[in-house]
């Protein structure tokens, strides 16, 4: 399991796929001892993992983003920790520090290809300054004969014709050989929970959502939401963490059980009922214990819908 500490943070970026351009809620964000309080109450209850990418906005443009990655880094019962980030703020220290962490993952998105791509799909013209920080950290790691293995690259962009002589296809080469991985995501095609307008249609809603076990979302207030990636509003609620123990909102007597066992029969409630971002749940990943009872009915649902 993962939790994202989940924060709404300003961004350099206006993409056409983000519900910031509609500028519907306030930023939030953890100070730090806060953000330090939430993780000992998931370590203690048992979660390990955390995502650090903001709900919207850019988790290197939080002022105390260093101090809360080296907590994790040093924290003994943190297993990994990871972020996805637009690459842009001007932080080389940043930048020179990546080849060293030892459970944290660097997700960048490539929002484009070109110029043209980038513009398009971001709505700013900042594909210099994408490209500068990738060389910059390509040419540090080179010097400093340190591998890149903790980047892992996330392809973002509309599939328009691509520039073959393009000048990033040579940076994610080089990226590559220094060890970096990378995925494909469709991003760019998501309705954030039908709350921005897409063609896409997404895969068939067939049982539970992954993003609803391992996407758990915690705000700084404590309020929980089951996914952390397009709940806004927060119409997946499922209590407050500050109020009610980690036990007792994953029981299987809670909305967390209500809203996972809705699932499984086929009852998508809240912004699942229009979202394109379903992706299957992986039976054997499930950790929570009551919900293991159920794998065999979660797999004969599965084979009849
Ligand atoms: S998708 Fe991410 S990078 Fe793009 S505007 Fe939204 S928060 Fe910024
Ligand atoms: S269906 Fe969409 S909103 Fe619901 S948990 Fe999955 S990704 Fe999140």
Not at 69 to 80: G, P
Not at 202 to 216: A, M, T
Not at 263 to 275: A, D, H, L, N, P
Not at 291 to 305: D, P
């Amino acid at each position: 399991m993962q939790i994202n500490l989940t924060q709404v943070l300003p961004c350099h970026l206006k993409c056409s796929f983000c519900v910031s351009k509609k500028n519907l809620i306030p930023k939030t964000r953890y100070d730090l001892e806060n953000f330090i309080t939430v993780v000992d109450i998931c370590t203690k209850y048992g979660i390990y993992n955390f995502d650090l990418t903001p709900h919207i906005g850019e988790f290197l443009l939080d002022e105390q983003f260093m101090s809360k990655m080296l907590f994790l880094e040093s924290n003994k019962k943190v297993k990994t920790w990871n972020f996805v980030t637009n690459f842009l703020p001007d932080n080389p220290a940043f930048y020179i520090l990546i080849p060293e962490f030892s459970k944290g993952t660097i997700n960048i998105s490539i929002y484009g290809l070109s110029q043209k791509q980038y513009i398009e799909t971001t709505g700013k013209d900042m594909f210099s300054k994408f490209c500068n920080n990738l060389w910059f950290t390509i040419t540090k790691a080179e010097e400093l004969k340190k591998k890149l293995k903790t980047i892992n690259l996330y392809t973002r962009y509309n599939n328009s014709p691509l520039d073959s002589e393009s000048y990033i296809i040579f940076l994610l080469d080089e990226l590559k050989k220094l060890g970096a991985t990378e995925d494909i995501t469709e991003i760019h095609n998501k309705n954030w929970g039908g709350l921005i307008e897409s063609d896409f249609i997404g895969k068939e809603k067939n049982g539970i959502c992954q993003h609803s076990i391992c996407d758990n979302g915690i705000f700084p207030n404590g309020d929980m939401t089951l996914c952390n990636c397009w709940d806004t509003f927060k119409t997946l609620s499922l209590g407050n963490i500050f109020n009610k123990s980690l036990k007792s909102i994953y029981s299987e007597n809670s909305k967390f059980g209500e809203l996972i066992k809705g699932q499984m029969f086929g009852k998508y409630t809240g912004i699942c009922e229009k979202c394109n971002d379903f992706e299957l749940v992986d039976i054997n990943s499930i950790e929570i214990d009551w919900l293991k009872k159920y794998k065999k009915i979660i797999k004969q649902t599965r084979e009849q819908r």
